[in-house]
């Protein structure tokens, strides 16, 4: 197997095992969608890179219903029926718990990549969403509106990075402690 393939393989297989909470986080979003408003939203938030197809899509859609943290109501559509999903009060406490699972991994897989290889081979866009002055790029020619959205989503971010900080913080502190007695 070619070293492409090999890596298309792995990647199919990181991709499947968040489809589940793409379904509950678009849910979340849009409150109810039917299957193919879901592969659409999923496909828009995650700029192309998750493309669910029907083969993929409904099999998890039975799987989160039959798990109950979805369900869904039949609606006629002319002479079609279609199946409009929403979330469950147990699909958004698992979500969350999801959302908070999924943090602490990437934290981790963060970690353990800046272990191995140098920070500065990093994304740019990593870097860039610090290094961009806000009047010259990010904000020009936007309205108040645009701009509020835009600086509350960068705090928002700024929040969780700060979270993660002081978590490691903590951590690091109460590990010299140990250390020291």
């Not at 943290?69 to 002319?78: A, H």
């Not at 698992?94 to 897989?109: A, G």
């Amino acid at each position: 197997m070619s070293t492409d393939k090999f890596v298309e393989n792995i990647e199919q297989s990181m991709k499947s095992g968040y489809i589940s909470m793409l379904i509950l986080l678009a849910l979340e979003k849009e409150k109810e969608a039917n299957g193919y408003r879901l592969m659409k939203l999923i496909s828009e938030d995650t700029f192309g890179e998750w493309r669910p197809t029907n083969s993929t899509m409904y099999p998890y859609l039975s799987n989160l219903t039959n798990r109950g943290l979805i369900q869904f109501k039949k609606k006629k559509q002319g002479e079609r029926e279609s199946k409009e999903y929403s979330l469950t009060m147990k699909g958004k406490k698992i979500l969350k718990k999801l959302i908070e699972k999924q943090q602490e991994m990437s934290l981790s897989l963060f970690r353990v990549i800046s272990d191995v290889i140098d920070i500065k081979t990093l994304p740019s866009r990593v870097f860039d969403f610090f290094g961009q002055p806000l009047q010259e790029n990010i904000l020009m020619g936007k309205s108040d509106e645009e701009k509020i959205e835009i600086l509350n989503e960068r705090l928002e971010i700024l929040n969780f990075i700060s979270d993660i900080i002081n978590k490691n913080r903590i951590e690091m502190e109460k590990e010299l402690e140990i250390l020291k007695d």
